[in-house]
């Protein structure tokens, strides 16, 4: 706490009030209209602003980009090769699916022939060694049935 400060009692303090100060205008003189001829553009220009001020200053020419060199024209046959090269890169990827696709089923009919052949081979195996293999089973002979049933014993 400050050693001035008493309980109860505000505090004064001195207020210095300030007022701003106007700026007086600035004395406006009328700019000597100066004839310009056509075509020329002088050193200093100047511009009288809506409220009288003159404002004087160099003109300064607006920066121009620099002109585009024109772009030759593509050529046909330019246009004809390049349309040719992508067509050729095409058919050659075409072609290699294609031959790809080609050695596939070349296999896949291959591979048919041959599991044609073990089974076919098989069938026959089982008929040729079926009939030659042992004989089992009931043999029935009709001429001697018939021969034992008319031969009567009495």
Not at 6 to 21: D, K, L, M, S
Not at 90 to 113: H, N, P, R, W
Not at 131 to 143: C, D, E, F, L, N
Request: aromatic content about 6%; proline content about 11%; overall charge positive.
């Amino acid at each position: 706490m400050h050693s001035n400060h008493t309980p109860g009692q505000p505090a004064q303090r001195a207020v210095e009030i300030h007022q701003p100060t106007p700026i007086p205008p600035p004395v406006v003189q009328a700019a000597p209209v100066v004839p310009v001829q056509p075509g020329t553009v002088p050193a200093v220009a100047s511009i009288v602003l809506p409220d009288g001020r003159v404002v004087t200053g160099y003109a300064i020419d607006p920066a121009r980009p620099e002109p585009v060199a024109a772009k030759p024209p593509v050529s046909r046959t330019a246009v004809n090769v390049a349309l040719g090269g992508v067509g050729f890169l095409a058919v050659c990827g075409g072609l290699l699916l294609l031959t790809s696709f080609i050695a596939a089923l070349t296999a896949f009919i291959g591979q048919l022939i041959v599991l044609a052949a073990v089974v076919f081979g098989g069938w026959i195996a089982v008929q040729v060694l079926g009939t030659s293999g042992s004989k089992g089973g009931t043999t029935v002979h009709i001429r001697r049935a018939v021969f034992k049933r008319n031969h009567f014993h009495g």
